[in-house]
């Protein structure tokens, strides 16, 4: 009865979410239209400044529905922190409610257990996760998760999850998961920021600039992997 009222709270949050996310885009398109012209930014600027403290409470509510209801994927939130906030300030405010929330989590999942992830994620996908020789190595997942949420495309919301589930220690996953997170986060927030400004090319550039050398240092990585673990690993979250 209890794990039925938690999908039951799922779906209502999921549609109140989807529904400011729709007004939010209506929003806001007209405005991003016009950031090609000087006139646009500066619109876009004043609209930034008039929500004030509102624009963050709006963007790290974006966030919770990210991280903890699977809704929509990271970088477009990253992207408008950027173009709101600066490549600076936006990637700080991203870093760290990102941090605060896999956090909320991740000891949520410690304090109720595995039937709590499962009313989030796909149970046969955790239970292979959870029951592999691999996740449940200490030596090793440590290395794998940080692989893993350094990788982009990976279902790092579903890590976070799991990660309560996994023997890793709590600080050194809030370690991990922050971490490994900032070139993604920077790269969005940069390219958002120039985006802002009308700068489309050097978005592109500042993106590809920090996008480009993590995969090569994850292709290196693996390189040297003689067990191939982030292949083995990549393989069962992917199933």
């Given at each position: 009865m209890k794990?039925?009222?938690?999908?039951?709270?799922?779906?209502?949050?999921?549609?109140?979410?989807?529904?400011?996310?729709?007004?939010?885009?209506?929003?806001?398109?007209?405005?991003?239209?016009?950031?090609?012209?000087?006139?646009?930014?500066i619109e876009f600027r004043n609209k930034v400044n008039e929500w004030k403290f509102l624009g963050f409470l709006a963007l790290f509510g974006l966030q919770v529905a990210q991280i903890f209801l699977f809704i929509i994927p990271g970088e477009p939130i990253e992207i408008l922190s950027g173009m709101c906030y600066g490549g600076v300030v936006g990637s700080i405010f991203i870093i760290t409610s990102a941090a605060i929330i896999s956090t909320g989590i991740f000891f949520t999942v410690r304090k109720l257990g595995k039937k709590f992830v499962y009313n989030f994620c796909n149970e046969k996908k955790v239970q292979k996760i959870e029951n592999s020789k691999l996740f449940q190595n200490p030596r090793r997942v440590e290395k794998i998760m940080l692989i893993l949420f350094l990788i982009p495309g990976t279902p790092k919301d579903l890590l976070v999850y799991i990660s309560g589930l996994l023997p890793i220690k709590p600080l050194r996953f809030i370690i991990i998961s922050t971490v490994a997170r900032i070139p993604s986060v920077i790269s969005s927030t940069f390219a958002g920021a120039n985006l802002a400004k009308g700068d489309w090319k050097m978005s592109i550039?500042?993106?590809?600039?920090?996008?480009?050398?993590?995969?090569?240092?994850?292709?290196?990585?693996?390189?040297?992997?003689?067990?191939?673990?982030?292949?083995e690993a990549l393989k069962i979250i992917n199933k």
């Open positions: 794990d039925k009222k938690i999908k039951i709270l799922k779906i209502i949050l999921t549609i109140i979410v989807l529904v400011a996310i729709t007004g939010l885009i209506i929003y806001l398109a007209p405005i991003m239209i016009k950031l090609y012209s000087e006139e646009g930014r550039i500042i993106y590809l600039a920090i996008v480009i050398p993590v995969m090569i240092a994850i292709y290196i990585m693996n390189k040297f992997d003689k067990e191939k673990l982030t292949d």
